[in-house]
Every structure is written in C-alpha cells, then in structure tokens.
C-alpha cells in the first residue's frame, strides 16, 4: 500500500489543523494505521493510531484529549484533527500502516508516506 500523507502547515497555538492520509489500493481497510511525527534532533514518536475497522484508537499521552484519529475505509483515508496545537507539536508528521495488526512502535511499520510539516507558533 502507498500512503499520501496532506494537510499541515503553519498555525498559531491554540490553532487546529487537519491532517489526511490517504492510501492507495483496495485493501487499505485490512492496515492498522499510526500517525508519528519527529522534531528536528529527536526520534520518531508515535502520536495516534487506530485498528483495522476503527475499534480502537490509541493516542500518546501528550495529545490525548486534543488530537482525534478517525479513518474512512471507502475513501481509504485516515485522519488526525489535531486541536489545541502548541508549539512542542511543531513537527513533520508521518503516516504508516501495517497489514492486519497496529503498533505504537515505528520500527513495525514498514509503509510509510512521505510526511507533512506541522508548525506552531507561540
């Protein structure tokens, strides 16, 4: 599967955006998706990530109650509404996916998209 990562940019704290991931192929409802970012000089971390058919979602403690996954199997897209934005969520944000299991960890992934550019300004 190829995934399509879209919609960061640039936002001042408090902000919201929306990100997409957007996959190709027919099979995407059978991926277990995460979201990770990685700021300049840290590791890759996970943020969020839902199952196959939307039965869980999974979020790092640092955004929970502000970012929101969601996915749409008929439009092989997955979502991350990311509100509340401070500035320690400046980042470049990745999707991945990985057939018929999810992981928190990125090493497990091996399908990645190419990344957006989140910034927040304070």
């Known amino acids: 599967v190829q995934l399509q990562a879209s919609g960061g940019g640039l936002v001042q704290a408090g902000g919201s955006l929306g990100l997409s991931c957007a996959a190709s192929g027919r099979t995407f409802s059978s991926y277990g998706v995460g979201w990770f970012r990685q700021a300049p000089g840290k590791e890759r971390e996970f943020v969020a990530g839902?199952?196959?058919?939307?039965?869980?979602?999974y979020y790092a403690d640092s955004v929970k109650g502000r970012f929101i996954v969601s996915r749409d199997n008929a439009k092989n897209t997955v979502y991350l509404q990311m509100n509340s934005l401070k500035p320690e969520d400046t980042a470049v944000y990745y999707c991945?996916?990985?057939?018929?299991?999810?992981?928190?960890?990125?090493?497990?992934?091996?399908?990645w998209g190419q990344g957006t550019q989140v910034t927040v300004s304070s």
């Open positions: 991945a996916a990985v057939l018929r299991n999810f992981y928190k960890r990125a090493s497990d992934y091996n399908n």
């Open positions: 839902i199952t196959i058919n939307g039965g869980a979602k």
